[in-house]
């Protein structure tokens, strides 16, 4: 199957995804759990420094990132950029916050010691709209990496170059192939 990604402005076709096939997608997801079982093993500070990373590499590419935000779903390209922008604050926050945020709470009951524990859960799908096609994505995927998660995206079929893009963010701040995912499937593959 393929996917047609169209400019709204001037309906003209700006470029063609072909979907994963259920055998090549099934490889992809084959080797998560060895992925995830070396991600979550990752020190929180190293974690930290990709996603600050991360949004160093956004700021570089704004430019280019906004472009493809407006190309694709016709915002703006001032909004376009603001909302690159808004996605390196997003990394640059949970970077800043992530081992306040993730330190175990104690908590008072009648036992010896009880507290509260934040661990990795494993891969976390999210399956993303078109209108936010950037910080939708970073707003979701800043703190579930740092949290010592996988992610893997379903975006939606109008903004795959987007998504192409955010995946791209996340191999040039550093971080292991596989961490992060961007999977061109047709909604039905999601289940």
């Not at 470029?15 to 997801?29: F, H, P, Q, R, V």
């Not at 590499?57 to 703006?76: F, Q, S, W």
Request: aromatic share 10%; with cysteine; glycine share 6%.
């Amino acid at each position: 199957m393929n996917f047609k990604t169209i400019n709204p402005y001037n309906a003209e076709q700006l470029e063609s995804y072909t979907a994963l096939t259920n055998e090549a997608l099934l490889e992809k997801l084959d080797g998560n759990q060895a992925i995830f079982e070396s991600w979550r093993k990752v020190p929180l500070a190293e974690r930290c420094r990709l996603l600050k990373n991360a949004g160093q590499v956004l700021r570089d590419n704004v430019e280019e990132y906004a472009k493809m935000i407006t190309l694709e779903m016709g915002k703006p390209i001032a909004e376009s950029r603001g909302e690159v922008n808004k996605c390196a604050w997003v990394c640059d926050y949970y970077a800043e916050n992530a081992a306040e945020f993730l330190a175990d709470e104690i908590i008072p009951t009648n036992a010896a010691q009880s507290f509260v524990k934040h661990s990795p859960i494993g891969t976390v799908l999210s399956i993303m709209p078109w209108n936010f096609p950037f910080w939708q994505v970073f707003r979701f995927a800043a703190p579930t990496l740092t949290a010592g998660n996988l992610g893997l995206l379903k975006h939606a079929p109008n903004v795959f170059g987007s998504a192409k893009l955010i995946e791209e963010v996340f191999a040039k701040a550093g971080y292991p192939q596989g961490v992060f995912q961007n999977l061109i499937v047709h909604q039905d593959q999601t289940e």
